[in-house]
């Protein structure tokens, strides 16, 4: 199998998903499309199978319809483990990413008031003492963060 315990392993994994964009809804999707034609194999398959006398093609046809449903129920378990999969590297994955968002935007501000003020010129202590409290709440942030 492709996912999870049956093939990658939990550290890969959470690096894939980590770097996709797969989400739940988009796997299942995926999964229900391709269940109308793999209904469809397995129906016309008993049809055939039921108006054919027995022989070895009919025995092989048997084999392979079989496997078709097998593996269609091992795929489907192993999608239940690659959802929960990914629904717990999301989980983890968020916080960075709201931290990540938190600090671009801490970084914009910095950038923002660094590009006015630098056009500025001061013409007081008051102003240089202004421009120093203003810097110096960009440090403590920096620092308490």
Not at 30 to 53: A, I, N, T, Y
Not at 59 to 72: C, G, N, Q
Not at 82 to 104: D, K, W, Y
Request: charged share 25%.
């Amino acid at each position: 199998m492709l996912y999870g315990p049956y093939g990658f392993g939990k550290h890969l994994m959470l690096l894939y998903f980590s770097r996709c964009a797969v989400t739940e809804q988009e796997l299942r999707s995926d999964f229900d499309e391709r269940q109308p034609p793999k209904s469809r194999l397995l129906v016309e398959g008993s049809e055939l199978m039921s108006l054919s006398r027995p022989s070895d093609d009919m025995e092989a046809l048997r084999e392979r319809t079989k496997s078709v449903d097998a593996d269609w129920l091992r795929l489907q378990t192993s999608l239940e483990a690659c959802e929960q999969c990914l629904n717990s590297t999301q989980t983890l994955v968020l916080p960075c990413t709201q931290a990540a968002g938190e600090l671009s935007a801490w970084m914009d501000t910095l950038d923002q008031t660094i590009m006015v003020e630098s056009s500025l010129h001061p013409q007081t202590a008051g102003d240089v003492q202004q421009l120093c409290k203003t810097y110096k709440v960009f440090k403590l942030a920096l620092w308490h963060n």
